[in-house]
T-cell receptor
Framework: EAGVAQSPRYKIIEKRQSVAFWCNPI?????LYWYQQILGQGPKLLIQ????????DSQLPKDRFSAERLKGVDSTLKIQPAKLEDSAVYLC???????????????FGPGTRLLVL | SQQGEEDPQALSIQEGENATMNCSYK?????LQWYRQNSGRGLVHLIL?????REKHSGRLRVTLDTSKKSSSLLITASRAADTASYFC????????????FGGGTRLMVKP
């Protein structure tokens, strides 16, 4: 089975520029997650989708970050404008569903490493 | 903010030795999972333990959970050089579905 795909793998931009990341989850997975992982820290959830609806985006800086999953499959995460502190690895993950009891295994993509200069 | 705190932050051992990593969390959980991250890669799920369980095994992995102390430990027995990675605990909470809160991780180095 193909894993979670992400592109690009690396991106270098200057502050105030915009950038977009793409994620293709495992086929059939209803739930998709975007995480931000700053160097030396654990991943922090930015947004969770169930099909094409947002389950939680409480930690997404909505003044500059946006995400969509229009057809309930692929997703894009955008940053506009980028700041220096946005330098991080952006991880996409998917799971089969989002049961209220939790406990679903999340499958992660390789991530996009962003450097903002 | 991150829910879990791993201890130690870094651990270096010889191949064949056991490695123990600890995780503490702050609020009540439904489940606790451990993930591994190799350098420059995504995370891989290792094992899940539910709040009503105290211990689980999977191959060379042993996980314990003490909900009264809000802590968990991951033991890797007979470590191998290929176990070199960062290990993260992740928790999900009552009625929060599958939203995971990760700790800061333990960086394990296993020397051949």
């Amino acid at each position: 089975e193909a894993g979670v795909a992400q592109s690009p793998r690396y991106k270098i931009i200057e502050k105030r520029q915009s950038v977009a990341f793409w994620c293709n989850p495992i086929s059939g997975h209803a739930t998709l997650y975007w995480y931000q992982q700053i160097l030396g820290q654990g991943p922090k959830l930015l947004i969770q989708f169930q099909n094409n609806g947002v389950v939680d985006d409480s930690q997404l800086p909505k003044d500059r970050f946006s995400a969509e999953r229009l057809k309930g499959v692929d997703s894009t995460l955008k940053i506009q404008p980028a700041k220096l502190e946005d330098s991080a690895v952006y991880l996409c993950a998917s799971s089969t569903s989002s049961d209220r009891r939790g406990g679903e295994t999340q499958y992660f993509g390789p991530g996009t490493r962003l450097l903002v200069l | 903010s991150q829910q879990g705190e791993e201890d130690p932050q870094a651990l270096s051992i010889q191949e064949g030795e056991n490695a123990t990593m600890n995780c503490s969390y702050k609020t009540s959980i439904n489940n606790l999972q451990w993930y591994r991250q190799n350098s420059g890669r995504g995370l891989v799920h290792l094992i899940l333990i539910r709040s009503n369980e105290r211990e689980k095994h999977s191959g060379r992995l042993r996980v314990t959970l003490d909900t009264s102390k809000k802590s968990s430990s991951l033991l890797i027995t007979a470590s191998r050089a290929a176990d070199t990675a960062s290990y993260f605990c992740a928790t999900d909470h009552n009625n929060a579905g599958n939203m995971l809160t990760f700790g800061g991780g333990t960086r394990l180095m296993v020397k051949p």
